[in-house]
C-alpha cells in the first residue's frame, strides 16, 4: 500500500527556477528516499536521507526530513529542462526493508 | 551504480497466456528483490518481496498463484503472470537490495510494459 501523499502533483517551472516538492507520510521511519522517473522508465535514486538527520545535499538537490511533522521536502536549484520527470518520495518504515512510495510529483521545465 | 536489468521490456500477450518477466543484477548480489507495478500516471505499488532461497511474501490483495515469483539465485528473480488478463496490462519494475552495500538503497530495473490484447 502507498505510504505517502506528494504535493503538488505537478508543477511546471521556467528553466533556472528552484523546484520544491513536499511528501508526508504516516509512520515510523527508517529512511526516507527519493526517486526521479523519466515518462515510461524506470526509477532512480536520487538521494537517502535517514530519520535521524534533518537536511542533506546532493549537487542541486537538497532534501529536508521533519520527523515530527512526518513529512520531508525536495528542492532542485536552478532546474534545467533535463529535469523533467516525476519525482517519488518513499520510506522505509522502521523494522521494515521495503519501500513504500509517495504518489509522485510531476515536474515540467520549460526552456 | 548497481545495475539492474529487465527482461522483455516490453510483452504483448494474448488474454489466457502466461509471461515471465527477469529480473537480474549484473554487477552485484541481490539478497532481496523487489517487484512493482505501476499504473499510468501513478505511483509504484509493491507487489512482492523475494528472498534467494525462499518463498516470496506477498502484499495485501496480491494473488499469489497469479503472480509467481521465483527467486532462484542471488542475481536471478522472475515474475511469471499467469493466465494473463487486460486487466494485467501495466508496468512492471523490479529492484534489488545489494547485500554488501547494505539494503537502504535498491536498485531499479528498467521496467517491462506489458499489454494483455
Known amino acids: 500500500s502507498q505510504q505517502g501523499e506528494e504535493d503538488p502533483q505537478a508543477l511546471s517551472i521556467q528553466e533556472g527556477e528552484n523546484a520544491t516538492m513536499n511528501c508526508s507520510y504516516k509512520?515510523?521511519?527508517?529512511?526516507l528516499q527519493w526517486y526521479r522517473q523519466n515518462s515510461g522508465r524506470g526509477l532512480v535514486h536520487l538521494i537517502l536521507?535517514?530519520?535521524?538527520?534533518r537536511e542533506k545535499h546532493s549537487g542541486r538537490l537538497r532534501v529536508t526530513l521533519d520527523t515530527s511533522k512526518k513529512s520531508s521536502s525536495l528542492l532542485i536549484t536552478a532546474s534545467r529542462a533535463a529535469d523533467t520527470a516525476s519525482y517519488f518520495c518513499?520510506?522505509?518504515?522502521?523494522?521494515?526493508?521495503?519501500?513504500?512510495f509517495g504518489t509522485g510529483t510531476r515536474l515540467t521545465v520549460i526552456p | 551504480g548497481a545495475v539492474v536489468s529487465q527482461h522483455p521490456s516490453r510483452v504483448i500477450c494474448k488474454s489466457g497466456t502466461s509471461v515471465k518477466i527477469e529480473c537480474r543484477s549484473l554487477?552485484?548480489?541481490?539478497?532481496?528483490m523487489f517487484w512493482y507495478r505501476q499504473f499510468p500516471k501513478k505511483s509504484l505499488m509493491l507487489m512482492a518481496t523475494?528472498?534467494?532461497?525462499?518463498?516470496?511474501?506477498?502484499e495485501q490483495g496480491v494473488e499469489k498463484d497469479k503472480f509467481l515469483i521465483n527467486h532462484a539465485s542471488l542475481t536471478l528473480s522472475t515474475l511469471t503472470v499467469t493466465s494473463a488478463h487486460p486487466e494485467d496490462s501495466s508496468f512492471y519494475i523490479c529492484?534489488?537490495?545489494?547485500?554488501?552495500?547494505?539494503?537502504?538503497?535498491?536498485?531499479f530495473g528498467p521496467g517491462t510494459r506489458l499489454t494483455v490484447l
Open positions: 518513499a520510506t522505509v518504515r522502521t523494522g521494515a526493508n521495503n519501500l513504500f
Open positions: 554487477d552485484f548480489q541481490a539478497t532481496t
Open positions: 523475494s528472498n534467494e532461497g525462499s518463498k516470496a511474501t506477498y
Open positions: 529492484s534489488a537490495g545489494a547485500r554488501e552495500r547494505g539494503t537502504d538503497t535498491q536498485y
Open positions: 509512520t515510523s521511519i527508517n529512511n
Open positions: 536521507i535517514r530519520s535521524n538527520e
